[in-house]
C-alpha cells in the first residue's frame, strides 16, 4: 500500500524529484510541484488537450495520468520545446501565423505537433487534421492553427 | 479543479501479484485510465486502491499465429494496435475499430483491455457530482430512478465500447487470470442486460488478454457521432456475411451489444431497424439514431466487396 510515494522521473531532460499523494495527477505534479505552469488545466476530464504532455515521447493527456505511473519516465512539457533559448520551428509558427487568440490550448497544440512532425514529418493534411482531433481551441477556428502547423512542418523539412 | 479521490496505488510487475491485489476489497484495476479517471473526478467510483495492469509483461505480450490468428495483451494500447501491420492487414475492420476511439491522443493512452471493460454510459450518469445530484441520481448511481425510463425495468446505459461488436463478429474471446487458473469468455457473453453492472468481470479475475481467432470473412464497421474525433458512439455497426446468410452487431443502444441476423444482404437493414431501439441515453433524438440505423447498416454493406 503507497498512500504517499516518492517520485522519480526525468522532465525535460533534468532529473526531478517529488512526494505526492498516490492520487495526484501527473498536471498537478507539474503545475504544483514542480512550478511548470505551462503545461494548461482545461477540461480536467481528457477531452480538450490544453493539459497534452509526452512521456517517452508519446502524447499523454496531464490530467488524466495519475503521477505515480510516469515513476521513472521521461516527461517533456512545453517548456522544453524550445532549442538552445530560442523558439521552436512549431512555436515560431504559431507566433508569426497569430494561431493564438487567448492561447490557453496553444502548449498543448504545440506537444501534439511536435509529437506528430517527429514521428511522421511526411505527414499528409489529412494526417495533420487527423493528429489535431486531439486539441480543442475555442477562439480560433482552427484555420490559423493549421496554417501554423503546415509552415512549421516545411520549416522542419527544410531548415533555412 | 476537479482532483481525483484519495486512493493508494500498486503497479506489480508478475500476474499473480496482480491478480492478489485485485481482489483486495476496494481495489479496482486500471490501464489506461482514460475512462476510469474522469469517471473517479466526478465521484461516480471511489476506489481506495488503483491496480495498474500496466507493468505486467502479459498483458503487454502481442502473438501471430501462422494463420494470422491474433493473441493481444489487454495492456496493449489502442494506438500500437491500430497501426500494428497484422492487424492491419488481415484485421482492417479491428483496426478501424481502435481508431474510431476518441481521439489519437486517448488512443496512445487507452488500451485494449480498458475498452472491452468500459463501463456503460447514459447522458444522466457521465457527469460531474453536482449535475447528478440535482436530479436526485439515477438508478445507475446514487439515486431510485431511471430518468431514461422511469417506467422501465432496469438500467438502460448503453455500452459504448467501439472494439465490441467488431470483436464479437470476428469470434473473439477474453480470457482471464485467476487464482485457479485461466478463464476464457467469449467476447460477446461479458456484458449484462442491466446496464447498472457494467462489464462482467468474474470475480477476483483480470483480463489477460484477447484472442482473434484466424479471419474467416470481411466485416465491416461504421462508428456514427457528432464529430470526427472525442465523441462516443451514438450507434455502433458492425456486420459481415455468415454461412447462412448476414449478421449485424449494434451497440451504444443498449446495456448489451444486439446481434440481429439476416437471410440475405438486402434483408439486413430492416431486420436492424425492426429489432433495435435505441433509448434517450444521449442528448441526439433517439428517433433519429432509430432511422439511422438503416443508413448506418447500408453504409456498413456498402463498404463490403459486393
Known sequence: MSNELVLHLVVNGEPARALVPASRTLLELLREDLGLTGTKHGCDVGDCGACTVLVNGLPRLACITVAADCAGEHVDTIEGVAVGGQPSAIQAAFDHHVAAQCGYCTPGFVMTLTHLFTEEPEADEASLRHALGSNICRCTGYVKILAAARDAQARMRNPA | ?306
Not at chain 2, 69 to 87: I, Q, T, Y
Request: charged residues 20%.
Open chain 2, 1 to 306: 479543479m476537479l482532483p481525483l479521490p484519495r486512493f493508494s496505488w500498486e503497479a506489480p510487475d508478475r500476474l499473480p501479484d496482480l491478480v492478489r491485489l485485485a481482489a483486495e476489497p476496494g481495489a479496482r484495476l486500471v490501464a489506461g485510465g482514460t475512462d476510469l479517471l474522469p469517471s473517479m473526478k466526478h465521484r461516480i467510483f471511489r476506489p481506495g486502491t488503483l491496480v495498474s495492469t500496466r507493468r505486467v509483461p502479459e498483458l503487454r505480450t502481442l502473438r501471430v499465429g501462422a494463420d494470422h490468428s491474433l493473441s493481444l495483451g489487454a495492456a496493449l494500447s489502442l494506438r500500437e494496435l491500430a497501426r500494428h501491420a497484422e492487424v492491419r492487414t488481415h484485421f482492417p475492420s479491428l483496426a478501424l475499430a481502435l481508431g474510431s476511439v476518441a481521439t489519437p491522443t486517448i488512443q496512445g493512452m487507452a488500451t485494449l483491455g480498458g475498452n472491452l471493460m468500459l463501463d456503460t454510459r447514459c447522458m444522466y450518469y457521465n457527469q460531474p457530482s453536482g449535475w447528478r445530484a440535482a436530479l436526485g441520481g439515477c438508478l445507475k448511481c446514487e439515486g431510485t430512478l431511471c430518468h431514461v425510463a422511469p417506467r422501465g425495468a432496469g438500467c438502460y446505459a448503453a455500452h459504448s465500447a467501439d472494439t465490441v461488436p467488431v470483436l464479437m463478429l470476428l469470434g473473439a474471446t477474453a480470457v482471464f487470470a485467476t487464482p485457479n487458473g485461466e478463464l476464457p469468455i467469449a467476447v460477446g457473453e461479458l456484458y449484462p442486460e442491466d446496464g447498472r453492472e457494467g462489464p462482467r468481470c468474474p470475480p477476483g479475475a483480470v483480463l489477460v488478454r484477447v484472442e482473434v481467432p484466424a479471419p474467416q470473412r470481411a466485416v465491416a464497421f461504421r462508428k456514427l457521432r457528432q464529430r470526427a474525433a472525442i465523441d462516443y458512439g451514438l450507434l455502433l455497426t458492425a456486420v459481415a456475411p455468415t454461412p447462412e446468410g448476414w449478421e449485424a452487431v449494434i451497440s451504444a443502444v443498449a446495456p448489451q451489444p444486439i446481434r440481429v441476423a439476416a437471410p440475405t444482404r438486402e434483408a439486413l437493414a430492416d431486420a436492424v431497424h425492426k429489432a433495435v431501439q435505441p433509448l434517450p441515453t444521449h442528448q441526439q433524438a433517439s428517433t433519429w439514431r432509430k432511422r439511422m440505423l438503416r443508413v448506418e447498416v447500408a453504409r456498413a454493406l456498402a463498404s463490403l466487396p459486393a
